[in-house]
């Protein structure tokens, strides 16, 4: 059973920072992607960032410079450094594993809120 757990979400302050993390277990294929959507209130969910293989990353132009994703060692870890966060970052933040074994399944985790207020 595929299982991602998030965390690091909360509330922040305008200019503030977030780490977002997200732990796959269970996985029985290749993990060939990991990464991140949000999706705001009334809001279609939207793509923030995502790591491909090894060494290729992919951002919405919202985030670029703002926001890093990287992977552990392992593999198994994906991360989201927020920094100058601003309202309109506010979502709830989903983690996204794609996993090859016969074919590719794409997996999804709980969400974890993050709110940007003064």
């Known amino acids: 059973q595929v299982q991602l757990v998030e965390s690091g979400g909360g509330l922040v302050q305008p200019g503030g920072s977030l780490r977002l993390s997200c732990v796959a277990s269970?996985?029985?294929?290749?993990?060939?992607?990991m990464g991140w959507y949000r999706q705001a209130p009334g809001k279609e969910r939207e793509l923030v960032a995502i790591?491909?293989?090894?060494?290729?990353?992919n951002y919405a132009d919202l985030v670029k410079g703002r926001f890093t994703i990287s992977r552990d060692n392992v593999g198994n870890t994906v991360y989201l450094q927020m920094n100058s966060l601003k309202p309109e970052d506010t979502a709830v933040y989903y983690c996204?594993?794609?996993?090859?074994?016969?074919?590719?399944?794409?997996?999804w985790g709980q969400g974890t809120q993050v709110t940007v207020s003064s």
């Open positions: 996204t594993v794609r996993v090859a074994s016969y074919g590719t399944k794409n997996y």
């Open positions: 269970g996985i029985s294929g290749r993990i060939v992607q």
């Open positions: 790591s491909i293989g090894s060494a290729t990353t």
